[in-house]
């Protein structure tokens, strides 16, 4: 069914524009049948901030902004699918055009600004799946014109907790202004107290929600050990490694297009975004696990994005251009690494070249 899906839409989407591509994408998923999921292979399986995957691989967070089809990309074969960015209030984001394909890169420019139907929508739809199971992170974010930034982050841990498998507080997208302030250490660190404190007001009857912390790739190595240190003090469950990035690589081959304004993600964020999981990964020292993110095209970079420290990952970009049957290419390629190695679960080596990567020249 994936094989299919992907040979009839991949040529199709190539000529529509970027967000009507995506509205399309997201009707597609909505019109496929239930189905159930081909189980995984138990080697695939990871325990993390309490909960337990079954397979590694998440659809990030950018994908289904609105909560439309959790189920269905379960269904397909992720191990978690995260929602959002949810704001407070509805927001229609920036103005378009604000997707950009840069083609030749395999690499996507966006500067959406959080446009999403706003928390109501969003919880009216994850209450009306909550029987199904599944692990359905909820990322959560600022509204533009927010009076109290903070305050937005603790009304939606609240309003959600019933229903979220998981929360990222997202304070890491470059495209609202002042959004990224809120990592420097005084802002983080009043941030996360006001978040955590809200996850525990509403523990006894919504459960536990564990809170993951999603950085930007363009911190310095100071400001990333702040981040850290504030995330470990205040009791954060785990940290996403990373959003999108503001650099404009030279590499690039889609010099032109590279211009635009917004988060460059794909293929050419890899390089700088596994070196950030394994300088997290070095500091967090065992504290809580990370989410890699960044440029994940295939088996190879998966494991590469474990081996720097990354217990699970998450892709969208990469979709764009290769398809869904991508993830069950990476579970596969996986599989395989573990049997070769005659070992039994992914966890024996997450971080294992950590080390190594940390020692290595910047990446440009």
């Not at 014109?145 to 939606?156: I, P, T």
């Not at 990476?330 to 690494?337: P, Y």
Request: glycine share 10%; hydrophobic share 45%; charged share 25%.
């Amino acid at each position: 069914m994936i094989r299919a899906f992907d040979a009839i839409s991949l040529p199709m989407m190539r000529w529509l524009d970027p967000e009507d591509a995506h509205r399309l994408a997201i009707r597609g998923l909505r019109m496929l049948p239930p189905s159930r999921p081909r189980p995984d292979d138990p080697k695939l399986a990871v325990r993390a901030f309490g909960l337990n995957f079954p397979n590694p691989i998440g659809m990030a967070a950018g994908f289904d902004k609105n909560a439309e089809v959790p189920d269905a990309l379960l269904r397909l074969g992720f191990g978690f699918a995260e929602v959002g960015t949810v704001t407070p209030k509805p927001q229609a984001g920036n103005p378009r055009p604000r997707i950009f394909r840069l083609e030749r890169d395999e690499a996507i420019i966006n500067r959406l600004g959080f446009n999403n139907d706003g928390s109501d929508a969003v919880l009216r739809r994850l209450a009306a799946r909550a029987g199904n199971g599944g692990i359905v992170g909820v990322n959560v974010g600022a509204n533009k014109d927010s009076a109290d930034r903070s305050q937005d982050y603790v009304r939606l841990i609240e309003t959600f907790a019933p229903v979220a498998s998981y929360f990222t507080v997202n304070v890491s997208s470059p495209n609202t202004p002042g959004l990224r302030n809120l990592q420097q250490a005084a802002a983080l660190d009043d941030l996360l107290a006001r978040v955590i404190d809200a996850r525990e007001r509403v523990r006894k009857n919504a459960g536990d929600s564990p809170v993951l912390l999603k950085i930007a790739p363009d911190l310095s190595l100071a400001d990333l050990d702040d981040a850290v240190q504030i995330a470990r003090s205040r009791g954060v469950d785990g940290m996403i490694v990373t959003n999108t990035t503001l650099a404009r690589f030279p590499t690039l081959r889609e010099q032109a297009r590279g211009q635009e304004q917004g988060g460059l993600s794909g293929r050419p964020l890899f390089r700088l975004s596994t070196r950030m999981v394994a300088e997290t990964y070095v500091r967090v020292e065992g504290a809580f696990p990370l989410i890699g993110a960044g440029g994940i095209d295939s088996g190879g970079a998966a494991l590469t994005k474990i081996r720097a420290g990354a217990s699970l990952i998450q892709l969208y970009s990469s979709l764009i251009y290769k398809g869904l049957g991508l993830v069950e290419s990476i579970k596969a390629d996986l599989v395989s690494t573990l049997l070769r190695t005659g070992r039994d679960s992914l966890s024996e080596i997450v971080g294992a070249d950590a080390a190594m990567i940390t020692a290595e020249d910047w990446p440009v």
